[in-house]
């Protein structure tokens, strides 16, 4: 029954690896976003995809990279982990139009880096 | 550039109402969103006004006047549960989300 799905919970691991994060959403929506909450709290959207389609890209480093195989998936990959990069990451996703519709969250993913 | 604007921090007290205020300055409006996040979890939608006026759901109020660039989110009875972080997020003109750092909600008994 869950609506957005992301794993792991939590992801420990150490500075210079690779890893994923998969998210899923069962709702039918067309967009899926992944937002970066740092440990002050403040939700930052870093990638936005309509349809299996790139739409919103905000500065990110390149190391980190988005992958919609469907509209129900989008996966985040991260290359050379920095200590910086440590914090929650949300997948959310919507329907219709980014921006008028309300974005339903996953449970987060907790990434420390060693 | 794009500014919203909300109080840190805010304690109430079981049983009161407290406002909780956003202020933003966007380029262009289409909408103002409240979600609520306890503590570890994840962000809940809770309201969206595009309009002026107040919308009523329940214990939660949400008001807006786009003129002042101004809403406030009111939580009426209030209960130990509504010990959160609450968050002011516009859409702009081109349809970008905006998002506050939060107010931190702190019921007492």
């Known amino acids: 029954d869950t609506a957005v799905s992301q794993t792991p919970k939590y992801l420990v691991t150490q500075m210079g690896n690779d890893k994923s994060i998969k998210c899923e959403q069962n709702?039918?929506?067309?967009?899926m976003y992944w937002y970066k909450q740092d440990s002050k709290k403040f939700l930052k959207i870093m990638f936005s995809y309509n349809n299996k389609e790139l739409i919103i890209n905000e500065t990110v480093p390149n190391r980190f990279s988005p992958k919609s195989p469907d509209k129900a998936h989008l996966n985040l990959h991260i290359n050379s982990l920095e200590l910086g990069d440590s914090a929650v990451y949300f997948c959310?996703?919507?329907?219709?139009?980014?921006?008028?519709?309300?974005?339903?969250f996953g449970d987060g993913t907790r990434l420390s880096i060693l | 550039g794009q500014n919203i604007d909300q109080p840190t921090e805010m304690t109430a007290t079981e049983g009161a109402i407290v406002q909780i205020n956003c202020t933003y300055q966007t380029s262009g409006f289409n909408g103002l969103f409240w979600y609520q996040q306890h503590a570890g979890e994840a962000p809940t939608f809770l309201s969206y006004?595009?309009l002026d006026g107040l919308e009523e759901k329940g214990r939660f109020s949400s008001f807006l006047s786009r003129s002042k660039g101004y809403s406030y989110l009111l939580l009426k009875e209030l209960q130990m549960k509504d010990s959160a972080s609450y968050l002011c997020v516009v859409s702009d003109s081109n349809y970008q989300l905006i998002w506050g750092a939060g107010t931190k909600l702190i019921i007492k008994p």
């Open positions: 709702l039918g929506h067309d967009t």
């Open positions: 959310a996703s919507s329907q219709g139009v980014t921006g008028i519709q309300p974005q339903h």
């Open positions: 006004n595009v």
